[in-house]
Nanobody, 124 residues
């Protein structure tokens, strides 16, 4: 079965950095579009960034542009989220998700598979 396992979350001070990883199994990873979503307490899940199957196309939410970078390593079946200059408002549970159509997709409902999430907490 398909599994997505996130890692790399934690507690960091404002201005710091974290790198999240999402290891995928049970799917042909190189053909899937991948996304990182986040959900803060009491808020809806929102797309942070996404990358297409070839890595040639990406999308970033305005709130994270120029601070976050998504990348993928198809040899390792892993997608990464490098987060720099973190802010308290970035505090959330971060989820990776996989889309079988392989394109950059922006809706929660566009993704078929989800990880369990990893907590990111940014202190001020």
């Amino acid at each position: 079965q398909v599994q997505l396992v996130e890692s790399g979350g934690g507690l960091v001070q404002a201005g710091g950095s974290l790198r999240l990883s999402c290891a995928a199994s049970g799917l042909t990873f190189s053909t899937y579009g991948m996304g990182w979503f986040r959900q803060a307490a009491g808020k809806e899940r929102e797309l942070v960034t996404a990358i297409g199957w070839s890595g040639g196309r990406t999308y970033y939410a305005n709130s994270v542009k120029d601070r976050f970078t998504i990348s993928r390593d198809d040899a390792k079946n892993t997608v990464y989220l490098q987060m720099n200059n973190l802010k308290p408002e970035d505090t959330a549970v971060y989820y990776c998700a996989a889309d079988k159509y392989g394109d950059v997709r922006v809706g929660v409902g566009d993704y078929e598979y989800w990880g369990q999430g990893t907590q990111v907490t940014v202190s001020s």
